[in-house]
């Protein structure tokens, strides 16, 4: 796939981490106001729109690894997919086996918990994945 | 896949770096096709080709 005009490849890395930066900062200022939001609607529906507010940036966050997707050169993008698939089997592994578990005794879990889930495992294998590309 | 990327760098005197600005990809995907981790798209062989000029068969070869 031809990746955005002919942009350098090179910078693909810094584009991304700043558009993460500022979708990760939407998220914790959604998270942060929400409360304050929903107990100072108007109506019924600004408190319904208070409440999911910090979906939004985690919709925006599709977005960017698209974005960064079609910024970096095919290696990268063969290397993306492979984390993101690997990632996120382990990721929906781990919380189903939780699930299990919480029906044996453990807490339960809101199902906010599933992102983060899924993000530490993308982060973990991203990071194993790099270092065994060093070696 | 074998390759004699490295050689071909070496003889113009590039690094790594270098190429993977000539051909506008990672310096982790040039060590990547260096070291036969990976094999590149019809693409990215004709950009090395013609970037080295050469034919794609001159550079790449079945193991």
Redesign the interface.
């Known amino acids: 796939m031809t990746?955005i005009a002919?942009a350098?490849?090179?910078y693909a890395g810094r584009s991304y981490i700043a558009e993460c930066a500022l979708v990760m900062g939407l998220y914790v200022a959604a998270v942060w106001v929400r409360p304050w939001l929903i107990a100072h609607a108007a109506n019924h529906d600004l408190a319904l729109a208070a409440m999911v507010a910090p979906a939004v940036p985690i919709w925006l966050m599709l977005g960017v690894v698209w974005r960064y997707y079609r910024r970096?050169?095919?290696?990268?993008q063969?290397k993306l997919l492979e984390t993101l698939a690997i990632a996120f089997g382990i990721g929906s592994c781990l919380i189903v086996t939780y699930s299990f578990l919480a029906d044996a005794g453990l807490p339960q879990l809101a199902i906010t918990w599933a992102w983060p889930t899924l993000a530490v495992s993308w982060g973990l294998t991203t990071a194993i994945r790099s270092l065994a590309?060093r070696t | 896949m074998k390759n004699s990327l490295p050689d071909l760098r070496g003889q113009r005197g590039m690094t790594q770096g270098d190429l993977a600005d000539a051909l506008n990809v990672s310096r982790q995907t040039v060590n990547a096709l260096e070291t036969g981790r990976y094999d590149p798209s019809l693409p990215l062989a004709f950009a090395i080709a013609k970037l080295f000029k050469c034919k794609i068969e001159d550079i790449f070869s079945p193991k």
């Open positions: 990746p002919a350098p490849v090179k970096i050169d095919e290696y990268e063969k590309d």
